[in-house]
Structures are given as structure tokens and as C-alpha cells.
């Protein structure tokens, strides 16, 4: 039974870059929520994406989009990087949307911005 | 606005010992979701309880308990005979209508002594 993966582990970028994370949710489940974890901080919730649409988003700026594939993996774009976006980027899935329970998270990818 | 607070930022215990971290929440909202998940220092968070606000009884998992204090609004997690391998960050989350996102407390970092 696969669990959520991710990609890539670890990312480096520049201020004003693009940079697009990968999620694949564990094996049956049908919604993908992302987060982002600033160091020290209890994960911030992002979006989260059912049915191929965004059903729910965080307070997080429109320079964060995602999208959501119709094999359920789902990605995060985060445009014109600054140095506050530097965190680790966590995935998690679950079955059935806003009435879903129990989320699954994956290993995150730690992104780095110079 | 919903709210998860985690007072104790770090927390020793001795193997073999029982351990209670604290977890308050606030809501409005009638029913949620309660969540503790551990995150080791690999940075994957692991899903350990969850207990539903309209649960009669108190959720175990195993060395997992959550005391679910519904009129104080606690949900503290007791980890019974603790282990060496509960050296870790424990997030209390809570999720609206049991589904949608996870708003997560600022953690509590647990370390077992030998």
C-alpha cells in the first residue's frame, strides 16, 4: 500500500523564480491538501483540491496555485519566490473532500530561497 | 476564529513513564475533527489519534489516548510506558466538520529520557 509521496526532497532557488512541488496521494484516496511549515511552526494550511478543483484555500497569496490531475496527484506553484517562502512543504491526502476525515501526510519537500 | 493552543513548548519525560501534552482548542463551529500527529526530525507527520466532537468516549490507539474534555475544550494526548522512539514534535490539529483543513498548534517537543 503506497503512502503519499513527494518531489523533490530538497529544492534550492532564487528570489523571483518559480518553482512547482509534486504530490502523489496515498493509494485510494481522493483529495490533496498542502501546507507549508516555517521552521519552528506547526504547518499552515495552503488549498486543498478535490474533484480536480480548488475546494478550500489558507490565507496564502495568489503567487500560490496548484492543480490537481485526474490520476488525483496534485501539484503546488509557488511564482516569484521570496526569502519568507523558504519552509518545508508538506502534502496530505484523504478520501471525500471537505467531508473527509483522517489526512495522510507525505515526507514534504524542504524548499530553500536564496 | 478557530484556534489550537499548545502551551508546553518542550517536555521531558523518563522512559517508561507517562506523559500528558497539552492541547486546547476554540471553536464555534459544533462539530470538528481533533487531530495529533507526531513529526520526528525526518519531518514526515504521522498520524497518531483523532477524536470527533461528538464522540461519547475518549479515543485510544494503542499507547495513544486523547482525554476529550469537551466543555473545557481540551483534547490533551496521554502516551503511556514512553519509549525512546517518542523523542519528537507533536502537533494537536483540529479540522472543522471533520474534513476540510487542519489548523495545527505550534507544537510541543517531546524528549524521552533513558
Known amino acids: 500500500d503506497a503512502g503519499v509521496t513527494q518531489s523533490p526532497t530538497h529544492l534550492i532557488k532564487t528570489r523571483g523564480q518559480q518553482v512547482t512541488l509534486r504530490c502523489s496521494p496515498k493509494s485510494g484516496h481522493d483529495t490533496v491538501s498542502w501546507y507549508q511549515q516555517a521552521l519552528g511552526q506547526g504547518p499552515q494550511f495552503i488549498f486543498q483540491y478535490y474533484e480536480e478543483e480548488e475546494r478550500q484555500r489558507g490565507n496564502f497569496p495568489d503567487r500560490f496555485s496548484g492543480h490537481q490531475f485526474p490520476n488525483y496527484s496534485s501539484e503546488l506553484n509557488v511564482n516569484a519566490l521570496l526569502l519568507g517562502d523558504s519552509a518545508l512543504y508538506l502534502c496530505?491526502?484523504?478520501?471525500?473532500?471537505?467531508?473527509?476525515?483522517?489526512?495522510?501526510f507525505g515526507p514534504g519537500t524542504r524548499l530553500t530561497v536564496l | 476564529a478557530q484556534k489550537i493552543t499548545q502551551t508546553q513548548p518542550g517536555m521531558f519525560v523518563q522512559e517508561k513513564e507517562a506523559v500528558t501534552l497539552d492541547c486546547t482548542y476554540d471553536t464555534s463551529d459544533p462539530s470538528y475533527g481533533l487531530f495529533w500527529y507526531k513529526q520526528p526530525s525526518s519531518g514526515e507527520m504521522i498520524f497518531l489519534i483523532y477524536q470527533g466532537s461528538y464522540d461519547q468516549q475518549n479515543a485510544t490507539e494503542g499507547r495513544y489516548s486523547l482525554n476529550f474534555q469537551k466543555a473545557r475544550k481540551s483534547a490533551n494526548l496521554v502516551i503511556s510506558a514512553s519509549q525512546l522512539g517518542d523523542s519528537a514534535m507533536y502537533f494537536c490539529a483540529m479540522s472543522p466538520r471533520g474534513g476540510g483543513k487542519l489548523i495545527f498548534g505550534q507544537g510541543t517537543e517531546l524528549s524521552v529520557k533513558p
Open positions: 496530505a491526502s484523504s478520501l471525500g473532500g471537505l467531508a473527509g476525515g483522517e489526512q495522510f
